[in-house]
């Protein structure tokens, strides 16, 4: 256990037990706990990826309102037996969860996890990689475009997100039929997209 992770699973919060559950299982397929992201983070150590310096993201712990979940980085490349793991979006083409919504659940599942972060590790250290499908250009909806061009700090922010989180945004404003539901979308986001944060920061 990494000491600079602790606050993460001592803080009040709707999913201690559970995360404190996951903390235990992944920390007993002994990969390296991190902070990254403000989230606990399981690497891969070194010496098992050919002694190369830089240790390798296999998994992460993170929490959202509905539910906790494992993030697998290469989940795209996992067998998945089980049908546990869940593409968050259309967009996402490497990661995917496993998704928990009470302690019952992980600790039933205690050994299937093991044998898909086991899994990840060996996929990682086979030098797997994701073949990432190519960014096709963004067709942007009329009330955005016409939002951008009158606010050149918020055309600034949306170009610097990368590519998944523009890619969030355009599906979010233009799936709405009416341009006012559109419009009102839009407006409500334009504050996270000054601050730099994907439409699920």
């Not at 989230?39 to 150590?45: F, S």
């Not at 093991?114 to 067709?139: D, M, Q, R």
């Not at 997100?161 to 559109?182: C, D, E, H, I």
Request: glycine share 6%.
């Amino acid at each position: 256990m990494n000491p600079k992770v602790d606050f993460y699973f001592d803080k009040p919060g709707k999913w201690q037990k559970e995360i404190q559950q996951l903390r235990a299982i992944v920390l007993d397929c002994g990969l390296t706990e991190q902070l990254k992201w403000g989230v606990p983070c399981y690497t891969l150590p070194s010496p098992l990826t050919g002694g190369s310096a830089k240790e390798r993201n296999i998994v992460l712990i993170h929490t959202f309102k509905e539910y906790c979940a494992l993030l697998f980085f290469k989940g795209a490349l996992l067998n998945d037996a089980d049908a546990l793991l869940i593409q968050q979006t259309e967009n996402v083409q490497a990661g995917r969860q496993i998704r928990f919504t009470g302690l019952q659940e992980i600790n039933s599942l205690k050994a299937t996890l093991k044998a898909y972060i086991f899994e990840a590790i060996e996929v990682e250290k086979a030098g797997l990689k994701v073949e990432y499908i190519k960014n096709t250009a963004l067709v942007l909806p009329e009330e955005f475009v016409k939002r951008l061009e009158k606010d050149p700090a918020l055309k600034t922010s949306f170009a610097k997100l990368t590519p998944g989180r523009q890619r969030a945004y355009n599906l979010y404003f233009t799936a709405p039929k009416q341009a006012k539901t559109r419009e009102a979308r839009i407006e409500k986001c334009v504050a996270q997209i000054l601050e730099g944060k994907g439409l699920e920061d």
